[in-house]
């Protein structure tokens, strides 16, 4: 039995966990470990970027994009549960702000 909030009982569902939205949230946390690796190794190397950090720059992009499709495509769903689809949108949404965020800093130098 469940006691969920005082209530006693059996949950009964047909919803299942996506499996693209687990990948979504794999991408997402992908993304943003690649960029705070990057951004460490730059302060390691005392702010002097290699570039082969901007090019982990570029493909963690593009593993955003692509976790931010898979979960809003799992998002939409019939009869699943949303936790995994929504965590990889948030993921892959502050991967992509924290992306172009270093990015427009590497351009303007600011």
Known sequence: ???LFGKKGYIFTNKKT??????STILGIM?????CVAVYLTY??????????????VLSI???????ALGIRSCF????FRFFPIM??????WGLLLEFF???MGIFKL
Do not use: T
């Open 102 to 104: 270093i990015l427009y």
């Open 18 to 23: 996506p499996k693209w939205g687990i990948m």
């Open 31 to 35: 993304s943003i470990l690649s960029v």
């Open 62 to 68: 593009i593993y955003s994009i692509a976790g931010l």
């Open 77 to 80: 769903g019939k009869d699943v």
């Open 88 to 93: 990889g949108i948030i993921f892959n949404a």
């Open 44 to 57: 390691k190397n005392k702010g002097s970027a290699l570039p082969q950090y901007g090019s982990v720059i």
């Open 1 to 3: 039995m469940i006691h």
